[in-house]
């Protein structure tokens, strides 16, 4: 039980360092863009490099938060069946939910692995910066969302009787 308390903590510190970086993130995709946009219409000369700060950006921003999303069940979801299931029944449904999430989410980040592997012989055509640099977010992200659904599968098994609450 000390095991899944400290678990708690890690999981409660991951979420505010999740959810901190993906508001710097959204700072730093609205400020390039907002550039991007002043450059061209104002000043009539582009910036080549804040349309990729934005879009790079924006994909670590979605990285990031998608942990923090998945542990406050935020994801879109059609209950519509899963609603007509007695509760007894719905513990197993949540049960699988999770580990097909865990599952995937551990293939998806396997696989950003070996694209961020690959990434770093290529650089980004207008900053000029390793690929490999921009899937580290695809990578975090999903390491990130595998333990979060970890913590779903524990918390769904104490909050069904699976284990006491502490």
Same mark, same amino acid.
């Given at each position: 039980?000390? #095991? ?7 999981? #409660? ?7 901190? *970086? $993906?508001?710097?993130? %959204?700072?730093? @995709? ?5 550039? #991007?946009?002043?450059?061209? @219409?104002?000043?009539?000369?582009? !910036?080549?490099?804040?349309?990729? %700060? $934005? ?10 938060? *998608?942990? +923090? ?12 069946? &899963?609603?007509?299931? +007695?509760?007894?029944?719905?513990? &197993? ?7 097909? @999430?865990?599952?995937? *989410?551990? =293939?998806? /980040?396997?696989? =950003?692995?070996?694209? *961020? ?8 055509? =207008? !900053?000029?910066? +390793?690929?490999?640099?921009? &899937? /580290? ?17 524990? &918390? ?9 609450? @502490?």
């Amino acid at each position: 039980m000390q #095991q899944n308390n400290i678990f708690d903590k890690v999981i #409660q510190v991951m979420e505010k360092v999740c959810n901190a *970086m $993906a508001a710097i993130l %959204l700072a730093i @995709t609205v400020g390039s863009s907002a550039i #991007q946009v002043f450059c061209r @219409t104002v000043l009539g000369s582009p !910036l080549s490099w804040t349309e990729e %700060l $934005a879009r790079f950006g924006g994909v670590w921003m979605v990285m990031w938060a *998608m942990g +923090p999303v998945f542990k406050a069940r935020g994801h879109i979801g059609i209950d519509f069946l &899963y609603n007509k299931f +007695p509760d007894r029944f719905r513990k &197993y449904v949540d049960i699988f939910d999770d580990l097909v @999430t865990i599952a995937v *989410m551990a =293939a998806f /980040t396997w696989f =950003a692995c070996i694209l *961020m592997k690959n990434g770093a012989r290529t650089a980004s055509p =207008a !900053l000029r910066i +390793p690929m490999s640099w921009i &899937y /580290t977010g695809v990578v975090l992200g999903g390491a990130c969302s595998v333990l979060f659904a970890v913590h779903a599968l524990l &918390y769904h098994r104490r909050e069904h009787g699976g284990e006491e609450s @502490t």
